[in-house]
């Protein structure tokens, strides 16, 4: 996040800030959806590290732990889940790209942004869709 | 020039570009294993095994984890900066994300490095 480094670390009273305490009074326009499902996945993704580390290893382990990987995996609840960290991880990884993009300056006009910013969303749910098709079909 | 930006007087340059090369770096390696998963369908223990072989794929994944953990630790650590305005929790929090990020990479190169 771009913050201010000279508003951020002013010596103001902090009771004087203004606080916005209602969420609902708060608009959220869709290139503001995207960067902040962008925050939420990012955090997700970092959360789930030690579970990916673990899956790993009992599937490296042994013939019989790969199996009980793959029966585990195999349940419909479990593959729910699976797919709603697929997802986290298409649309942190589209909205990165989309961000490398504006950072060399490409796509940044505000009309342009609002079209990416949709083009992120779409892809993210269409790969997960293309990933549950595969998954049980 | 440009480059002077890249010096310890601006360490939020530093912090930005490295988020991006990292991202640059998992990017290219996301694109490589979900083609890899799909040419290889490694459905069996032993081809999971096969899967996990090639040592450039061993240290492909260990540098992708490498990025991981350091794209990790500047996100997250903005994370704290934004919604964690107490500086005692903050920095508490900060320790505890270093020492997890230190320990999966421990284990992160045990699982990619053996055998
Ligand atoms: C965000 C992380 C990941 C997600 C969401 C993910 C998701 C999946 C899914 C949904 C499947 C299909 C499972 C099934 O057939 O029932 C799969 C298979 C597989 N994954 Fe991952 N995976 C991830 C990370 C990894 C990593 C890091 C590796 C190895 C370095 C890996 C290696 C494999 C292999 C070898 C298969 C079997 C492919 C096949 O049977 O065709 N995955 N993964
Ligand atoms: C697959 C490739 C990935 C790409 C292309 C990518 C891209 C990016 C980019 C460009 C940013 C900077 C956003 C900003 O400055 O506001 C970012 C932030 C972040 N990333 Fe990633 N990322 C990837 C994978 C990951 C993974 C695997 C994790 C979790 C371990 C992760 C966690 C985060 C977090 C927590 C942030 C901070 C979010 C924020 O400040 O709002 N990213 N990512």
Redesign the interface.
């Given at each position: 996040?771009q913050?201010n480094?000279t508003q951020s670390s002013c010596h103001c009273k902090a009771k004087n800030r203004p606080k916005n305490l209602n969420l609902f009074t708060i608009r959220l326009p869709i290139n503001a959806l995207v960067s902040i499902l962008h925050?939420a996945t990012?955090?997700i993704?970092?959360l789930v590290?030690?579970i990916i580390?673990l899956l790993?290893?009992l599937?490296?382990s042994?013939?019989a732990h790969?199996?009980r990987v793959v029966s585990i995996l195999d349940s419909p609840f479990i593959k729910l889940m699976l797919l709603g960290l697929a997802w986290a991880?298409f649309h942190h990884?589209f909205a990165?790209?989309r961000?490398?993009a504006m950072?060399v300056h490409w796509m940044t006009t505000l009309m342009k942004a609002r079209y990416t910013s949709k083009v992120v969303l779409v892809l993210g749910v269409l790969a997960t869709v293309v990933l549950a098709v595969k998954l049980w079909a | 020039m440009m480059t002077k930006l890249l010096t310890k007087r601006y360490p939020?340059m530093r912090a930005w570009l490295m988020q991006?090369l990292t991202?640059?770096i998992m990017?290219v390696y996301?694109v490589m294993l979900f083609i890899r998963i799909l040419i290889l369908q490694a459905d069996?223990?032993?081809a999971?095994?096969d899967f996990?072989q090639p040592s450039w794929f061993r240290i492909a994944s260990w540098l992708f984890w490498i990025s991981?953990s350091i794209h990790?630790w500047l996100?997250?650590r903005?994370?704290f900066?934004?919604y964690v305005p107490n500086m005692q929790m903050r920095s508490v929090l900060l320790k505890i994300l270093v020492v997890l990020l230190w320990v999966?990479i421990a284990?992160?190169s045990w699982?990619f490095v053996r055998k």
């Open positions: 996040m913050v480094e925050r990012g955090c993704l970092f590290l030690p580390l790993l290893q599937a490296l042994s013939a790969f199996e991880f990884f990165g790209v961000h490398l950072d | 939020g991006r991202a640059l990017a996301s069996s223990y032993e999971f095994l996990f991981l990790a996100g997250i903005d994370v900066k934004d999966y284990w992160a699982l």
